[in-house]
């Protein structure tokens, strides 16, 4: 068996989480009448502090639907040139909500309010309006970084001045919370919407869900149905979610560690370039010196470790629960052998 650390979306759904889902509980959703999807979304927004939430079969979707339900075709959106809203969705923000994208530099992920302030426009027949910011914690392309809640705070006044939203790509926010220490309600307090992720490291096989007033959720519903993402008994899909969030949670300290591990591993092998310290969470991100970042990416895969590259001198491994630290002592013996080989 290879060891697999392409990324947290591999996690397959255990036993427990498979038996829970076969017996959930379940009605049409779309009629308001699956129990197990109302649980869930109740549960969401009481952990996000939000007024309501709802069931979204991606975090691409539920993205996109806060998106469309915060703006108008033509306005603009605020946001890291990394961000996955921008990078990895598909251009969607211009296809399905006709927004353009005003991307600032972050490092690794993160910018500052004074960054969003500096390219604010005056209210003008020539400007896009702008009306949303969005930040994405933790940062994917950035690292799986941490935002500074100091920083999110000084952002939320900013757009609160202003009269914009704020919007939250937590993908991986319980990996934030777990690593920080700080409650999920609190790192969503300054944001209008939340998109969270079941799939990624909570082991979930499908699900996201998008949380926000209760006003901004009963919009974003008929969004979710134009764009295809109403489902009927998705209380199956909702019960492992539910699982996750009780049992897959609090176990994602592991990942962080086995993250760790990895990187204070890698950072001793020659042809590698990576600060250990920089690893928060569950990615870590590496610049590869010794060769171009594919030809290592084929190598290691010759040789049982998989993981992606993300430019053409840098690569990413992620942990998960599909991984464990004897994994890991492994897949670097695995580095250390094939990078001496490639420079030989
Ligand atoms: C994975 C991910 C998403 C959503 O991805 P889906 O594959 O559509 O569920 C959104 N944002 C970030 C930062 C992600 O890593």
Redesign the pocket.
Known sequence: MPIDLRSD?LTRPTPAMREAMAAAEVGDDMFGEDPTVARLEARVAELLGKEAAMFAP????A?QLALRAHTEPGDEVILDGNA??HY??GGAPAALSGLTCRCLPGVRGIFTAADVEAVLRPADQHFPPTRLVCL?NT??RGGGRIWPQERVREIGALTRERGLRLHL?G??LWNAAVASGIPERQLAAEFDSV?V?F??GLGAPVG?ALCGSGEFIRRARRFRKMFGGGMRQAGILAAGALHALEHHRERLAEDHANARLLADGLATLPGMELDPAAVETNIVIARVTAVPADRLVRELDAAGVRIFSIGPDTIRAVTSLEVSSADIGRALGIFEATLSSLSS
């Open positions: 979306t991606s975090g691409t979707m993205n996955h809203i990895y969705e994405e940062h994917n790509d993908a991986r998109a992720c799939s990624k996201s």
